[in-house]
């Protein structure tokens, strides 16, 4: 059972004389209380600023809106605002005005692999399926700082069919990911009706959800929205949590509600400095996250969106985090380390190398504690005679009548059929030279 907090009680008290815990669990409630001023902040988390600081965090506000849940402000540490992970990744800093030369509005491209508005089609069989502009919190590290929150960009009932529509009229299509904003921001109803319409499609066989409600307002994760969500057979949910602090007893009741209902989950967690680019607390979020049964899915790179700078990290911290945790805990509990690659290049793993050295007959493997160990190539392996062209296969493969999807990128470079051996970018000063002669 959830503990009301003395202090949960005091900011509940602040908002409203008369709310008392039922208020406090009433997800809409939250909402309705969402501190949005620094003034408000001040007044609620009994906290005082310099009044030359709060000008500064007012011009960030200008460019950057606050948004926090009463729930994610109770878990604030006020005597340490300096280091708190909660407060950093909640409250606005002077240095998200520090816009660096290689800083974009949409690093990834977004925009452009945009075919309708609501939709990114980015991978050959996924899409990103924007249904929502909106969230409970503003996350200072968010990637879609451009238009999150922006009321102007809600997606209206038409543009939601306009992507749909997509959806319907590609085949390739076998996996949405309902993303915004936060889906889970929209009504039980517009959920549901959403729902229908992408798991009536006879090629989707995945719909996920994005979303970090869990994380900052866990109160949302009602039995009536479990009901519905349970009811799709192809769902998945991914959440977003940091920091160790953040899986809170109210957290887990939420993921407990989804997980006993059959929903699968994963997480991702933003790497990010001064919050959690520490090994130590990495490997305790990974193990609390599997013991309520959410499996680590990415780490990511912090993109380099407009105002990120103060949070990025080396890619060299990413990587031993991974060394901290493959082999020194479960596997299902090690994430996959991403950079997402500016310009719309996709999620690219990024790993410490386990392969010393590799001959024609052994390769050199090194683990975790830097064993060194070989391993003996087979002599009498006799390859299948495939030449990637699926298509005609007529070997091992045997699949459902699904449309063919014909290799791109490094995989194209490997079928036989094909007679491209080199992928150049379309802007490669080489080609423009060979052009002008």
Same mark, same amino acid.
């Given at each position: 059972?959830?503990?009301?907090?003395?202090?949960?009680?005091?900011?509940?008290?602040?908002?409203?004389?008369?709310?008392?815990?039922?208020?406090?669990?009433?997800?809409?409630?939250?909402?309705?209380?969402?501190?949005?001023?620094?003034?408000?902040?001040?007044?609620?988390?009994?906290?005082?600023?310099?009044?030359?600081?709060?000008?500064?965090?007012?011009?960030?506000?200008?460019?950057?809106?606050?948004?926090?849940?009463?729930?994610?402000?109770?878990?604030?540490?006020?005597?340490?605002?300096?280091?708190?992970?909660?407060?950093?990744?909640?409250?606005?800093?002077?240095?998200?005005?520090?816009?660096?030369?290689?800083?974009?509005?949409?690093?990834?491209?977004e925009?452009?692999?945009?075919?309708?508005?609501?939709?990114t089609?980015?991978?050959?069989?996924?899409?990103?399926?924007?249904?929502?502009?909106m969230?409970?919190?503003?996350?200072?590290?968010?990637?879609?700082?451009?238009?999150? +929150?922006?009321? /102007?960009?809600?997606?209206?009932?038409? $543009? =939601?069919?306009?992507? #749909?529509?997509?959806? @319907?009229?590609? !085949?390739?299509?076998?996996d949405?990911?309902?993303?915004?904003?936060?889906?889970?921001?929209?009504?039980?109803?517009?959920?549901?009706?959403?729902?229908?319409?992408?798991?009536?499609?006879?090629?989707?066989?995945v719909?996920?959800?994005?979303?970090?409600?869990?994380?900052?307002?866990?109160?949302?994760?009602?039995?009536?929205?479990?009901?519905?969500?349970?009811?799709?057979?192809?769902?998945?949910?991914n959440?977003?949590?940091?920091?160790?602090?953040?899986?809170?007893?109210?957290?887990?009741?939420?993921?407990?509600?989804?997980?006993?209902?059959?929903?699968?989950?994963?997480?991702?967690?933003?790497?990010?400095? +001064?919050?959690? /680019?520490?090994?130590?607390?990495?490997? $305790? =979020?990974?193990?609390? #996250?599997?013991r309520? @049964?959410?499996? !680590?899915?990415?780490?990511?790179?912090?993109?380099?969106?407009?105002?990120?700078?103060?949070?990025?990290?080396?890619v060299?911290?990413?990587?031993?985090?991974?060394?901290?945790?493959?082999?020194?805990?479960?596997?299902?509990?090690?994430?996959?380390?991403?950079?997402?690659?500016?310009?719309?290049?996709?999620?690219?793993?990024?790993?410490?190398?386990?392969?010393?050295?590799?001959?024609?007959?052994?390769?050199?493997?090194?683990?975790?504690?830097?064993?060194?160990?070989?391993?003996?190539?087979?002599?009498?392996?006799?390859?299948?005679?495939?030449?990637?062209?699926?298509?005609?296969?007529?070997?091992?493969?045997?699949?459902?009548?699904r449309?063919?999807?014909?290799?791109?990128?490094?995989?194209?470079?490997?079928?036989?059929?094909?007679?491209?051996?080199?992928?150049?970018?379309?802007?490669?000063?080489?080609?423009?030279?060979?052009?002008?002669?």
């Amino acid at each position: 059972m959830m503990i009301y907090t003395k202090h949960q009680q005091n900011i509940a008290e602040s908002l409203n004389s008369d709310s008392d815990i039922n208020d406090w669990k009433d997800w809409k409630w939250q909402i309705r209380h969402t501190i949005r001023t620094i003034e408000d902040f001040e007044s609620i988390l009994d906290v005082k600023f310099e009044p030359s600081e709060k000008n500064l965090m007012a011009k960030t506000l200008e460019k950057f809106p606050l948004a926090i849940t009463p729930y994610y402000a109770s878990l604030i540490d006020r005597t340490n605002l300096k280091d708190d992970p909660v407060f950093k990744q909640a409250f606005c800093s002077i240095e998200e005005l520090n816009i660096d030369t290689w800083d974009m509005a949409d690093p990834l491209s977004e925009e452009h692999d945009s075919p309708v508005s609501s939709i990114t089609h980015r991978y050959p069989d996924r899409v990103l399926f924007h249904i929502s502009s909106m969230c409970a919190m503003y996350c200072r590290h968010c990637t879609r700082k451009r238009k999150v +929150g922006d009321r /102007d960009t809600i997606p209206s009932k038409q $543009t =939601l069919n306009a992507g #749909l529509k997509y959806i @319907r009229e590609h !085949p390739e299509v076998r996996d949405v990911l309902l993303s915004g904003g936060d889906p889970l921001m929209l009504s039980d109803s517009t959920l549901k009706w959403l729902l229908d319409e992408v798991t009536a499609i006879p090629h989707v066989e995945v719909v996920r959800i994005g979303t970090r409600m869990p994380v900052v307002l866990p109160y949302r994760i009602t039995d009536k929205l479990v009901s519905i969500l349970s009811a799709y057979d192809n769902l998945w949910i991914n959440t977003h949590f940091n920091h160790p602090r953040e899986i809170t007893e109210s957290a887990e009741t939420a993921l407990r509600k989804l997980t006993r209902s059959g929903i699968p989950m994963g997480n991702q967690t933003v790497l990010l400095a +001064g919050i959690n /680019d520490c090994p130590q607390i990495m490997k $305790t =979020l990974m193990h609390k #996250l599997v013991r309520n @049964r959410v499996r !680590p899915y990415y780490i990511y790179q912090c993109d380099l969106s407009e105002g990120l700078t103060h949070f990025r990290t080396p890619v060299s911290k990413g990587i031993e985090i991974i060394e901290s945790l493959r082999g020194h805990t479960s596997g299902f509990a090690v994430p996959t380390y991403v950079i997402d690659a500016p310009g719309g290049g996709g999620k690219i793993p990024v790993s410490p190398n386990y392969v010393v050295s590799w001959s024609s007959n052994k390769v050199i493997l090194r683990n975790y504690e830097g064993v060194i160990c070989s391993y003996k190539e087979p002599d009498r392996y006799h390859p299948v005679q495939c030449d990637l062209n699926c298509r005609d296969c007529s070997l091992q493969l045997n699949t459902d009548g699904r449309e063919y999807l014909p290799p791109v990128g490094i995989r194209k470079l490997m079928a036989d059929y094909d007679d491209k051996i080199a992928l150049v970018p379309a802007d490669n000063e080489r080609i423009k030279r060979r052009e002008n002669d």
